[in-house]
């Protein structure tokens, strides 16, 4: 079978063509641009590559696809897709595809929710790993311990990323109710996505959607007494279910999360001690160790195996330490998820400085949604360096005047030269973007 993607260099569509190799597919595609990494890494895998859409890409091609698949960041009136729709050529999503080529007929383990899918479900994917189970998984980001975001495994069990959001511009659904989990794990839920999504309701639609797709000898594992989700399982739910918080408890045994027992059922059953930090952590690894005890993996394996987890690219990583300076990568885009991030890193950190530097680019960021909130979330930090995109439909000037230690910029190298003017050691500089902010981490790490 030969496939072409469209929207190839996303994560997602990326890992839709790691598989599809995987499989012996003949796999080409296009995107607006292709560079380093995810263009080597789609090189390295055989993959042709079409940078920019144009009808002249699907000529190029030796024979025409058997499907073109097509990302959700695709609509009408781009010149690659109009071509596909006027040459009458097979196409479907990219979530559709995985469901009907990959997940069927395998154990899916799907991990949902605003925050923390792409850490949990690394977690999960290396428990079962390290429990011998070779699972196949599909990851919105890059787990340390494997290297790639995605890969068919060798076993029953699939482990996939579950995102609310749109499947297609022809399938206005979230793309997880294609998944048909065995597994579902609902972390949280709040109001995120909303250049697609008109309030939180329509969210909590959505995820009663996903929850019809559960069998009834399958399992349902959310947080403990969370509003959002508990008013969505109100809408009907034919599944058992299990808690983060009641069923699946947690005892810090350090200030900053390294270090914790984990209980099932009022029992201690093992300890994790690991190289994360941070109570949101605590309970993302909480959320997969259930599903991998649901998958058979026993307690005190999966904690074992956490110990040897690795984290993934861009939660709260260390990018370089320069002259005692630590600079830290995190994706933290949603207030809830920037206020987790600082409290983490000021339990390990205690009295040493935390300068927040944040890029607002989620669209829901950029409309304002999130506008009343970002205060409570960056207080915690000692100074906070806002970064006002020109495109913004807001303006974080107020922000920042609010905030008791920020500056406002709208240069990306005004940021790292007052960094380098104004950083000694000991300072831990943590950087909060869901995209490439500029490549400034390099940057910064070159200036000091």
Known sequence: MHIHILGICGTFMAGIAALAKQLGHTVTGSDAATYPPMSTQLEDLGVELFSGYSADNLKQLKQPP????????????NPEVEAVFNQGLPYISGAQWLSEHVLAKRWVLAVSGTHGKTSTSSMLAWILEDANLSPGFLIGGVPENFGVSARLGDSLFFVVEADEYDTAFFDKRSKFVHYRPRTLLINNLEFDHADIFPDLAAIQRQFHHLIRTVPGNGLIINKFCEKA??????????????????????????????????????????????????EYNVENALGAIACAHHAGVPINYACEALGKFRSVKRRLELRGVVNGIHLYDDF????????????????????????????PRSNTMRMGIHKDTLLSALEAADVVLLYQPADMDWSL??????????????????IIQHLVANTASGDQILIMSNGGFENIHNRLLTAL
Not at 397 to 414: G, H, T, W
């Open 229 to 278: 989700i508990d008013d969505v399982l109100k809408q009907g739910c034919w599944t058992p279910g299990e808690t983060i918080g009641a069923d699946w408890t947690a005892n810090a045994l350090s200030d900053d999360y390294s270090h914790f027992e984990v209980s099932y059922d009022n029992k201690v059953m093992g300890e994790v001690n690991w190289d994360l930090i941070g």
């Open 397 to 414: 000037f107020k922000l920042a005047n609010l905030l008791k230690n920020a500056k406002l910029f709208n240069e990306v190298e005004d």
């Open 66 to 77: 058997d499907y073109v698949v097509i990302g959700n960041a695709l609509s009408r009136g």
């Open 332 to 359: 933290a885009h949603h207030p809830t998820a920037i206020a987790g991030t600082i409290k983490a890193l000021r339990q390990q950190k205690k009295n040493q400085r935390i300068i927040a530097v944040l890029e």
